[in-house]
């Protein structure tokens, strides 16, 4: 079965300063591996995603991510942070074919420090 | 595309009492997801359809929870004597086969 880890419950880091939120996977096969960000009370959404190709893709709001194989990792980047990025972070994966139910890690609480 | 819709956003109800959520997808997505998610967790998967059919339910989803969706449009999910263990926020999303999927804003449930 699939899973998700995300190491970091919380990251804390200072207005400008670069982000690296961690998340690794386990499924035997090629996943599909989504970022989503949920605010306080709302839903989530979609910061970006990874089916094939490319192993660097490019999200929304400024968000990147890279898929290492290797490592089993997804790991969600953003060159300079700003206040209104503090959310909460979720990494998700799908196995590819068969059921295809996405299945979350616990999250990362972003803090954004001015 | 107005997005995925639930209803209601807040429902708070007393221990033994039934609940029922909606959701309206996404147009003309045929996959809806259920799932659950407590304070300081991720999502946790409940149930998904595919058009009208009920594919697959978690353990999570013990006998009082039911949910339906007829004609594969809108979906709802029944909680019957409820628990205070089931205060969550449920949260409903869509897709159009196996690609990303968009969330509501969810339900949040309070069980006094």
């Known amino acids: 079965a699939q899973s998700v880890t995300q190491p970091d419950i919380h990251i804390t880091v200072s207005e400008g300063a670069s982000l690296e939120l961690r998340c690794n996977y386990s499924?035997?096969?090629?996943?599909?591996l989504f970022w989503y960000v949920q605010s306080p009370g709302q839903g989530l959404q979609l910061l970006l995603k990874?089916?094939?190709?490319?192993?660097l893709v490019q999200g929304i709001k400024g968000f990147e991510a890279e898929f290492k194989r290797s490592q089993s990792s997804f790991n969600l980047r953003k060159p300079s942070v700003h206040w209104s990025d503090a959310a909460e972070y979720f990494c998700?994966?799908?196995?590819?074919?068969?059921?295809?139910?996405?299945?979350f890690g616990r999250g990362t609480s972003l803090i954004v420090h001015p | 595309d107005t997005g995925v819709s639930q209803n209601p956003r807040h429902k708070i109800t007393k221990r033994g009492q039934n609940v029922t959520f909606r959701c309206d997808p996404i147009?003309?997505?045929?996959?809806l997801y259920w799932y659950r998610q407590t304070l300081g967790q991720g999502p946790e998967f409940l149930t998904y359809f595919q058009n009208e059919a009920q594919l697959e339910k978690s353990r999570l989803l013990s006998d009082r929870f039911s949910a339906e969706r007829p004609k594969g449009s809108f979906s709802t999910l029944e909680i019957q004597r409820t628990e205070q263990g089931d205060s969550a926020m449920y949260l409903c999303?869509?897709?159009?086969?196996?690609?990303?999927?968009?969330f509501g804003q969810g339900t949040r449930l309070t069980v006094v």
């Open positions: 999303a869509s897709s159009q086969g196996q690609v990303e999927a968009f």
């Open positions: 998700a994966v799908a196995a590819s074919g068969g059921s295809y139910i996405p299945t």
């Open positions: 990874y089916f094939s190709g490319d192993t």
């Open positions: 147009s003309e997505h045929n996959r």
């Open positions: 499924y035997g096969a090629t996943p599909y």
